[in-house]
């Protein structure tokens, strides 16, 4: 698992961690350790599943941990979405990332199903490029490089005239 802390003072930290289940805080116990004021001893666990999913519990902490600004339920286990807003004590954004980045790709493949419209369209060879290791180990993942604004843009003007000629004709 991969943390990304963006805090005010210290700029931006970054912890790998061979676990599926960590523990945040100022202890020497803890599985990632933030120095920071505004961090208790035992703030919180995260949980990264084997289905990709993010379970966080807030352990009792002073300074409680945000999901998308709203401040979750101290010893109760939350669901975790990677898009979301995430704020632990005083660091006002956290961004993690499975060491396969499952929920990640989740998200990237979900956006881009929303406006890929260029699959159809052969690509190039130089237009793709390498973002990583797949979930499988050992196979590499290639991805697409997103569409001009410009051709979305023609795109959606085409649907909108066919769309209007259809209606008109009937």
């Not at 802390?5 to 945040?24: A, C, P, S």
């Not at 704020?87 to 406006?115: L, Y």
């Amino acid at each position: 698992m991969k943390l990304i802390f963006h805090t005010m003072n210290d700029g931006v930290q970054e912890f790998e961690v061979d676990k599926n289940t960590v523990i945040i805080g100022r202890g020497s116990n803890c599985d990632v350790i933030l120095k920071i004021e505004g961090i208790s001893r035992q703030h919180c666990q995260i949980e990264a599943t084997p289905r990709g999913e993010f379970i966080i519990t807030d352990l009792g902490s002073t300074n409680g941990v945000l999901i998308d600004n709203q401040r979750i339920t101290a010893n109760e286990p939350t669901k975790y979405s990677a898009y979301l807003p995430l704020a632990i004590g005083s660091v006002p954004h956290v961004t993690i990332e499975t060491a396969n980045a499952v929920q990640e790709e989740r998200v990237i493949s979900q956006s881009k199903k929303a406006i890929s419209l260029e699959l159809d369209v052969p690509t190039k060879k130089k237009n793709s490029r390498l973002t990583g290791k797949s979930p499988l180990k050992g196979l590499v993942k290639i991805e697409k490089q997103k569409t001009p604004p410009t051709t979305l843009i023609i795109i959606a003007l085409l649907a909108v005239i066919g769309f209007s000629y259809f209606f008109f004709q009937s």
